[in-house]
């Protein structure tokens, strides 16, 4: 049974840096393609960041490109997400994915089997 747990969010100042973490458990890491969503208030669950299943590939909504790394680390089976020069836009709850089938990495939250819990991310201005 795989499992996703999330953590990491906070409220932070708007310029601030967080990072939030993803801990796997029942299948490694390096066997996904992994995801971050983030869904803000009243707003449906939109793409962030993907990382390929061989770490090859990272790719990034245009929104957040050049401010958010997405990253794992296999030895502790977790992903990432350092999330520099926040913005009150950023607000949201966050959501690590997991897909087994589409392990080039997917945009599309169908493609995901797998979800966390999420983490609340509260950036004040």
């Known amino acids: 049974q795989v499992q996703l747990v999330e953590s990491g969010g906070g409220l932070v100042q708007a310029g601030d840096s967080l990072r939030v973490s993803c801990k796997a458990s029942?299948?490694?890491?390096?066997?996904?393609?992994m995801a971050w969503f983030r869904q803000p208030p009243g707003k449906l669950r939109q793409f962030v960041a993907v990382?390929?299943?061989?770490?090859?590939?990272?790719d990034y909504e245009d929104s957040v490109k050049g401010r958010f790394t997405i990253s794992r680390d296999n030895a502790e089976n977790t992903l990432y997400l350092q999330m520099n020069s926040l913005k009150p836009e950023d607000t949201a709850v966050y959501y690590c994915?997991?897909?087994?089938?589409?392990?080039?990495?997917?945009?599309?939250?169908?493609?995901?089997?797998?979800w966390g819990q999420g983490t609340q991310v509260t950036v004040s201005s």
């Open positions: 994915a997991a897909s087994t089938t589409h392990l080039s990495g997917s945009f599309y939250r169908g493609h995901y089997n797998y």
């Open positions: 029942g299948r490694a890491v390096s066997s996904f393609s």
């Open positions: 990382l390929s299943a061989s770490g090859g590939r990272a």
